[in-house]
């Protein structure tokens, strides 16, 4: 039998989360009549082993959807407001995952601007975690869903692999945004990439 795309994400996914992000970048996130072309994505490790993540202390109701299999997809809202989203990595149960950072509005860019109207371009459209889950149309509905199941599907990149550069986490606290764990993962010189802010002295975690 001839395997899908989301069999093919899947199969990816169920990978290391640190060994897929970098794979990744170049893939197309799909919902609806939007795409968007992934430019950077976060690394995020499970229970114990990362205090960035969301699911560092164990399973709650807000992050049970990281603890399913490969290809879940995580939304949660960030400062209440922003959408943000997440692909599960890894075995049951091991709660890592990918957040999806940024990327370039490859088709649906009319919808996409309906819905981000305060962005001055193109560029801006999906950079950054709250804006990619706004203009793609993400909704908390989608939190738990499957890839090809739900409402998002992904089509994994083809041809020659981009450059891939590496370094802390934007806007993680503390030991999980040290510079020792560089789990941020980007294309070189893509104008759609998030611009790099350290939080010192901020408190809190991402997923």
Same mark, same amino acid.
């Given at each position: ?17 640190? $060994?897929? %992000? ?45 603890? !399913? ?14 959408? @943000?989203?997440?692909?599960? @990595? !890894?075995?049951?149960? $091991? ?8 990327? $370039? ?27 990619? !889950? ?39 606290? &503390? ?12 294309? %070189? &010189? ?18």
């Amino acid at each position: 039998m001839e395997s899908t795309p989301a069999d093919d994400a899947t199969r990816l996914l169920s990978g290391a989360a640190l $060994e897929v %992000a970098p794979q990744l970048l170049g893939a197309v996130v799909r919902l609806g009549d939007v795409a968007v072309r992934l430019t950077e994505v976060e690394a995020y490790l499970g229970v114990g082993d990362d205090p960035g993540s969301h699911a560092h202390r164990g399973r709650t109701a807000r992050n049970s959807s990281m603890f !399913g299999p490969a290809g879940t997809v995580y939304v949660y809202l960030s400062y209440g407001i922003h959408r @943000c989203v997440n692909l599960v @990595c !890894g075995p049951v149960g $091991e709660a890592s995952g990918l957040l999806l950072r940024s990327g $370039e509005v490859v088709e649906g860019v009319d919808t996409a601007r309906s819905r981000r109207t305060t962005s001055r371009g193109a560029v801006d459209l999906a950079r950054g975690p709250g804006r990619f !889950g706004s203009a793609l149309g993400v909704d908390l509905a989608d939190d738990g869903t499957r890839l090809g199941g739900g409402r998002l599907s992904l089509e994994l990149p083809s041809g020659p692999s981009p450059v891939v550069e590496t370094g802390p986490r934007v806007g993680v606290a &503390g030991e999980g945004g040290h510079e020792s764990r560089p789990w941020r993962f980007w294309i %070189a &010189g893509d104008p759609t990439v998030s611009v790099y802010r350290s939080a010192a002295r901020r408190t809190g975690r991402r997923g």
